[in-house]
């Protein structure tokens, strides 16, 4: 058990919708990354937070946005789905958010789009 | 920009043989590398992590890498195969420059262990 929790395991939804995805840190820790892994693409950086602001941006739709909030737990939306947005989203988290440090891995959430 | 190579998105081995996965990277800064695995439905576990020192690092579950700066490689190793090795490897890099916060991932390497 890595200490980070996703919600929800599943989500099943239609095109054109809007969904949100949930993660909660690893007590302690104030980084928060998501990630994209899909058999195409493979594993790509979404985002990253730390301590409630935005410190990086990798390969994310603008159709997609996430936020940390003050109990430091983060949330990524994705609206106007598609097909393709089809895949297992990830979040991470770290202590400090410095390159260094390893990230603990939550087991996932498995968006499909019908 | 920093990238991630791993040769052979599959690999075969006997249980008992030894197991070699490959992994190179790219990076413009000294880079941090790791190891992650990932059995089926389920997130990255890590393995082990090269930050700085011994070049030679001792991980979980008997796996062990070599950070070869000249060659710029970072391959996973283990003496012998067990059952339940069979999984998904990945090998990651993160630089201490702009922009390289995040982890890049290679595109992995399935491990099967046959009996």
């Known amino acids: 058990d890595s200490g980070v929790t996703q919600t929800p395991k599943h989500l099943i939804t239609a095109t054109g919708q809007r969904v949100t995805l949930r993660c909660s840190p690893r007590?302690?820790?104030?980084?928060v990354y998501w990630y994209q892994q899909s058999l195409d693409q493979g594993l790509q950086f979404l985002i990253q937070y730390y301590n409630g602001e935005e410190r990086a941006k990798g390969n994310i739709l603008e159709r997609f946005s996430a936020q940390q909030f003050p109990d430091l737990h983060s949330e990524l939306n994705l609206s106007s789905l598609e097909l393709g947005d089809s895949a297992l989203y990830f979040c991470?988290?770290?202590?400090?958010?410095?390159?260094?440090?390893?990230?603990?891995f939550g087991d996932g959430t498995r968006l499909s789009i019908l | 920009a920093q990238s991630v190579t791993q040769l052979g998105s599959h690999v075969s081995v006997s249980e008992g043989a030894l197991v070699l996965l490959r992994c190179n990277y790219s990076?413009?800064?000294?880079?941090?590398l790791f190891w992650y695995v990932q059995y089926p439905n389920q997130g990255l576990q890590l393995l082990l992590k090269y930050t700085t020192g011994a070049t030679l690092v001792k991980g979980i579950n008997g796996f062990e890498a070599e950070f070869k700066k000249s060659e710029t490689s970072f391959h996973l190793t283990k003496p012998s195969a067990h059952m339940s090795d069979a999984a998904e490897y990945f090998c990651a890099v993160s630089g201490s420059g702009a922009g390289s916060y995040q982890l890049t991932f290679g595109k992995g390497t399935k491990l099967s262990v046959i009996p």
């Open positions: 991470a988290s770290t202590v400090t958010g410095d390159p260094g440090q390893p990230q603990h």
């Open positions: 990076s413009s800064v000294p880079p941090y």
């Open positions: 007590s302690g820790d104030l980084s």
